[in-house]
């Protein structure tokens, strides 16, 4: 097969990653939002190689831009980096040359090179963040199945799917990741909070053995450590490396109104207590979005102050969320901000007695992942939106009682009825 290595639509993540996530479905990647198989009916083994996998194979390397992938290509038409283009710097021991010489005409891929799996449990979750959904929390479904307003904004949406029954993993399912555990270099493991799931703690159990050629990457809200008598951390210790990214998307004069049920003060203690495991690679996230990207220069700095790396991602869906929604006059604000955050007088850093090395790192990542947001953000116009983001915050006030121009005046002057 023709080297195509550099081609436009190429990406390491088929041919080294497989994702599991809710209601059966098994994807390409994480920001794949269809299916390549289903986990009721299908092993990994048999997904691996099985007939959807392998056309995504084929079109990526053959120059097509696969319609699964669209999360990258939007990325990508917007002027910021997709999860496709940043695959070779995250997997830099991923041999994309290696990849070339040995798949099949048809897209089929030794299962050997499967290194990394997301596994996700459940929807177990003790928070319902405004930028969430009950896809991803227990919560939200207890809420919206109880709320019909709730409920229809996020039937409309997209964001609430109408199910028979509610789909767990299955047994079946982890015992196969343990299975393949000893060719595995990554286990990314997501929820809902798999920090208040039985399942992950016994999973967690069951690959001890293998933990030391295995990196665990988290997405957690990080309000416990210890559940039902078992400490993470204690478990933690074993594995060659556990690269958290703490889920705060906020800073504190809008954390309760935008991660509804949380608590800050035990996120930053908690923090404090994993930073202490040598091990360890923390940063907070900032998963950038209308309800906190006019606060974007303000999270930068309070994740400076707490001495914890900054790190975003982007809500591209529901699109009432997706930031490319702003008022443009809201949008230059919000670039003015971060621009003078980036190239201003970087004097207000030294009070925090943090090191060099963490001060430049902190520029670095601002740069990276801060210009990502923003080139999103100011990729296209799409104000002719905003009337679906009022929409749907007004339907979260009125669930919550609460009111978002007391959070954001700034929105005062483009909110009215609809």
């Known amino acids: 097969m023709e080297d195509k290595n550099k081609s436009d639509t190429f990406c390491i993540m088929p041919f080294h990653h497989i994702n599991i996530k809710n209601e059966g479905k098994l994807s390409a990647c994480w920001r794949y939002p269809d299916k390549v198989g289903d986990f009721l009916t299908d092993t990994l083994t048999d997904t ?10 084929t079109e990526l390397v053959n120059g097509v831009q696969h319609k699964g992938c669209i999360s990258c290509w939007d990325l990508e038409r917007s002027g910021a980096k997709s999860l496709r283009q940043n695959a070779a710097e995250m997997y830099p021991d991923v041999d994309s040359n290696n990849i070339i010489n040995n798949i099949e005409e048809d897209g089929s891929y030794p299962i050997k090179n499967l290194q990394s799996i997301e596994i996700r449990f459940d929807n177990i979750c003790n928070l319902m963040c405004r930028h969430c959904s009950p896809t991803y929390s227990s919560i939200w479904e207890q809420k919206a199945k109880r709320d019909p307003i709730l409920m229809g904004q996020m039937k409309k949406v997209g964001t609430y799917r109408e199910l028979e029954k509610h789909v767990s993993l299955t047994q079946e399912i982890i015992d196969e990741v343990v299975s393949l555990s000893p060719n595995l270099t990554e286990l990314m ?4 909070e798999p920090l208040f799931h039985d399942k992950h703690y016994d999973f967690l159990e069951r690959i001890l053995p293998e933990a030391n050629h295995i990196t665990l990457q988290y997405n957690s809200n990080f309000s416990t450590l210890d559940y039902k008598g078992k400490s993470i951390l204690d478990l933690w210790k074993h594995f ?3 690269s958290i990214r703490v889920s705060l998307d906020a800073y504190p004069e809008i954390y309760e109104y935008v991660r509804v049920r949380g608590n800050l003060s035990i996120a930053e203690d908690n923090i404090k207590k994993a930073l202490q495991l040598s091990n360890i690679q923390l940063s907070a996230t900032m998963t950038a979005n209308l309800l906190n990207i006019t606060r974007a220069t303000e999270i930068a700095k309070y994740y400076y102050s707490m001495g914890v790396d900054y ?19 809201l949008k230059e604000k919000v670039t003015n901000d971060w621009d003078e955050l980036i190239n201003g007088d970087r004097e207000w850093m030294k009070s925090y007695n943090h090191s060099q090395k963490f001060m430049d790192r902190s520029f670095e990542r601002w740069k990276k992942f801060g210009d990502n947001v923003i080139n999103y953000m100011n990729g296209e116009d799409w104000y002719h939106y905003w009337d679906d983001f009022i929409e749907y915050a007004n339907a979260q006030d009125q669930h919550h009682e609460t009111n978002i121009l007391d959070v954001y005046p700034e929105f005062r002057k483009y909110w009215h009825e609809v």
């Open 189 to 192: 493991i997501t929820g809902g």
């Open 48 to 57: 691996w190689n099985g007939e959807q996998l392998r056309k995504v194979r």
């Open 311 to 329: 790190h975003t991602s982007i809500v591209q869906f529901p699109r009432p969320l997706n930031p490319k929604l702003l008022p443009p006059a």
């Open 240 to 242: 060659k490396r556990v």
